[in-house]
């Protein structure tokens, strides 16, 4: 166990667990972001974002403890994100573009640089063609059927298969991995979907971000479970 990597990790949830609140405050009413005279709270909301980001920054720390600290550092900042939107997509039904797009225009030259720096240029394109899977299956679903898969969803899948993607050693476990990644979250939405139906008598929309962005966390930090490397 790196005990270094997983104290500092552990530190840095703090910041981000409160970064996270001022993003869920913020975004959606389109408020300037910064605001250095805003304290650290201890609302419940403010607690369990807290909470959250320090067990997956611990989780991200222990599943890619010999990884490069690059690596490392886009699946924190992967995990936070999906953190921060499904408790804004929970609240108002919205994945706001003012941080999904901005992951995205990150992610994809981070995933460059490591790649190359690590000399696995592969990973490029095996992180790419995660992408454009994941983006291009939800793409078709919100075609068929814009009420039940927003678009915002769409645009989350590209950050989401392109880092589920990255972990894959060929194609196919690239693939692989996706496809793990929508089955959790379809499966886990579809329950939780029911439960609610059976609950309320009727039927009533449900935030599908949340369950997305579950597949995905479940599908990094198990993906040498779920494939065979190769």
């Known amino acids: 166990m790196n005990t270094l990597r997983l104290v500092v990790c552990a530190l840095l949830a703090l910041p981000a667990g409160w970064f996270a609140g001022v993003l869920i405050e913020r975004v959606p009413d389109k408020e300037p972001l910064f605001d250095p005279l805003r304290p650290l ?12 980001t320090l067990v997956l920054f611990v989780l991200a720390a222990i ?27 929970i609240r108002l039904f919205r994945l706001p573009d003012r941080i999904v797009l901005p992951t995205l225009a990150v992610s994809v030259p981070l995933v460059t640089v490591v790649s190359l720096v690590a000399d696995e240029p592969a990973s490029i394109r095996y992180a790419l063609a995660g992408g454009g899977l994941y983006f291009g ?12 898969m927003g678009f915002g969803d769409v645009k989350l899948a590209a950050v989401m298969g392109l ?10 476990t690239a693939f692989a991995l996706v496809l793990w990644a929508m089955l959790i979250g379809f499966l886990s939405g579809s329950v939780i979907g029911i439960v609610l139906l059976a609950m309320r008598r009727r039927s009533a929309p449900i935030p599908f971000g949340p369950f997305l962005a579950l597949g995905s966390v479940v599908a990094v930090l198990a993906a040498d ?3 065979t490397p190769g």
């Open 41 to 52: 709270r201890f609302a419940p909301l403010d607690l369990a974002l807290h909470a959250g």
């Open 63 to 89: 599943r890619f403890e010999d990884a490069p600290v690059g690596q490392l550092a886009g699946y924190m900042l992967l995990f936070w994100v999906l953190l921060t939107v499904s408790v804004i997509d």
């Open 137 to 148: 299956f939800l793409l078709l679903a919100h075609l068929v059927y814009p009420r039940g």
């Open 163 to 172: 880092y589920v993607g990255w972990l894959g050693e060929s194609y196919a």
């Open 225 to 227: 479970v779920l494939v």
